[in-house]
């Protein structure tokens, strides 16, 4: 297996759970039912009596977008219409498991790549997530410190440092033959976006908006999750959502209930649209989420349909 950045420092199973959850948090048990329910790059997620959702860091870097989360989400309750976890079980190293690990309770619902929506329901779901995200823009930068937000741990508006990163991953997505890539577009894409200059307006923002961090039921939008990346910086990186997960004759409904967006700030979320999704093909893959990977590919395919060829 190839050593990528989401890859685990640490295993984190059954066994590990139940004996954290024994030691820091007896009121939970006898614990009926303990089941994983997911893994991402920072976490193992396991759902406890079918109620209660626990998050373990799986990698050292996770210590402090965990810390991060607790600090920020118990101030941000009450603010959204969409649910939002609120971390009532604050897990603390100990030398059985040396990370920091919080639970919250369950927020019904799969996430927006397993949900399999139309671009209908997609549209449906618009109104919830523009509102939700004028009102946690409005949070300017002064106002987050006062919360208890940090400058975002990684800062995806180093537009040079992004599209280094980005190439790495296209050449791996070309190397494990993922999917063919049509390169003098892709060139074009960069060199659009290496002359972008972006404002220095910041706000706080979730920080890793996309596909898998939202939840519905029943086609509707239930819950935003995964709050380790929130913190201050340009909304353009929050925007990208608009372009990875809607089609582009949704944007106009869009500014309608979230507001005017200047032109360079909608073009650099264009482009963290693409990185995002370029970037969880290549993931998908490695985890063998097809679900995810298709959802990517036709994430791409919406921002720019000549970058896949053959897709």
Known sequence: MNNEQWHADIEVNKALVQACLQDQFPSLMPIKSLRCIGEGWDNSVFLINETIVFRFPRRKIAIKLIEN??????????????????????????????????????????????????????????????????????????????????????????????????????????????????????????????????????????????????????????????????????????????????????????FQLYGKVDATTWQYARFLGLYIMLTVLLYGHDIDDNLLVTEAKQAVNRINSALLIGQ
């Open 69 to 254: 989360e607790n600090n920020l989400l118990k101030n941000l309750q009450s603010r959204f219409e969409v649910t939002i976890p609120y971390p009532e079980y604050i897990g603390q190293p100990t030398t059985r498991y040396p990370y920091p690990f919080h639970g919250y309770s369950l927020i019904k619902g799969i996430s927006g790549c397993h949900a399999q929506l139309n671009n209908q329901q997609r549209i449906a779901n618009l109104p919830a997530l523009a509102h939700f995200l004028k009102q946690l823009h409005s949070i300017d930068e002064k106002n987050a410190l006062a919360l208890g937000a940090k400058l975002q741990v990684f800062d995806r508006t180093n537009v040079i440092q992004t599209v280094n990163t980005l190439r790495e991953r296209v050449d791996k997505i070309l190397a494990r033959n993922i999917c063919h890539i049509n390169q003098t577009v892709f060139e074009q894409e960069t060199a659009i976006i290496s002359q972008l200059k972006l404002s220095d307006e910041r706000c706080l923002v979730h920080g890793d908006l996309y596909c898998r961090h939202l939840l519905f039921d029943h086609a509707t939008l239930t819950g935003i999750i995964d709050w380790g990346d929130a913190g201050i910086n340009h909304r353009a990186v929050d925007l990208s959502v608009m372009w990875s997960f809607y089609p582009e004759s949704a944007h106009p409904h869009f």
